[in-house]
Every structure is written in C-alpha cells, then in structure tokens.
C-alpha cells in the first residue's frame, strides 16, 4: 500500500486491541464515520497529554455522530496493564507494536530529532507537564509522526493528513467537525 488519500478507501485492515484480537477496521466502524488517529506510543507525554484531551471532549465526537479510533506503537498486554480495564478510554487503542499499519500507510518518522519539533511544539511540551503528564516507557518510533484520517463507514477517506511535526493533530473540536 501507500499513503492514503481523501477519496480512497482505507483497507479493512485487522487489528487487536488490549481487550480484543483479530477486530475488523469495518467491525470497529460499527456503521459510523471514525476518525482514525495514528500517535506515538502510550508512554510519549504529548500522546498522554492527545488522548487525555480526546477523553475530555470525547461526547463532542460522539455528538458528531462520529467514533474516534487511536494506534499506537504499544504492546497490547502492556497498555492494559497501564489502563486496567476496558471502560478506562471511551474509545479504543489499536496497538501496532510491530509498526506494520504505520509502514502501509506510509505514516514516516522524522528525519531527525530537529525536524521533529514545530514552533507550538514545546508550548504543547510544557502543557502537558503543567497537566501531570511525564515520560513513560519507551516503544516504537521515538521519531514517529503523527497522522489522522477521517472514515465514511464504508471506509472512504474523507480527510487524511500526515504531521510535519509532532504536534501537528486534530484536536476533538477539529475531528467533531470533520466527522459531521
């Protein structure tokens, strides 16, 4: 495959989860539009910081009429140590330890450390530690970027973007409105 665009169609891909396995991306979108949100991993501070954001405002995205599915580089029997129990996200981690879903879909690391970083990205940095977040365990991609698509529930792509840098992704408000 290659990188996604608005009008393909994402592939019906099988994924697991840290409480399901071998779950159909068409399963997952249970007839609804999704918003497929592609971080780094589970221990990544600004991740933390993304996900913990779309927790807050994740019935602005269900208002939408719209789902919200998030991969990450992590192991799934990790993750569910660190979550605990399937009620502990209102939306599902796809886990990709392995990286293959981010190789398919073309979603690159940067560069180098250097090109990793925007301008709003330690703004986004010191936010997440005045929030609480810290660094934890280490997986995947330490250069990975980020890229989020938006789904029709038949698969077709509505939005697709590709990061330039770290913390260049939607934030809730923004896939709301991309999912209406």
Known sequence: MAKIYVNDRMP?????????????MSEAADGKKVA?????YYGCTLCQYDLAQYVRNYEKIQASGGKLLVVL???PDLLKEELGSEDALPFEIICDP????????????????????GPATMLKVEKAMAAGFSHGRYEGEELQLPASFVLLPDLTVTFAHYAK???????????AKLLK
């Open 12 to 24: 019906d891909f099988t994924f697991s989860t840290p409480f399901r396995k071998d779950v159909r």
């Open 98 to 117: 392995e990286e293959e879903l981010y190789r398919e879909f073309e979603i690159l690391p940067a560069a180098s450390e250097k090109d990793i970083a």
């Open 73 to 75: 580089q992590s192991d």
């Open 36 to 40: 497929l949100v592609f971080l780094r």
């Open 165 to 175: 840098v770290l913390d260049d992704i939607p934030d809730a408000d923004q896939l």
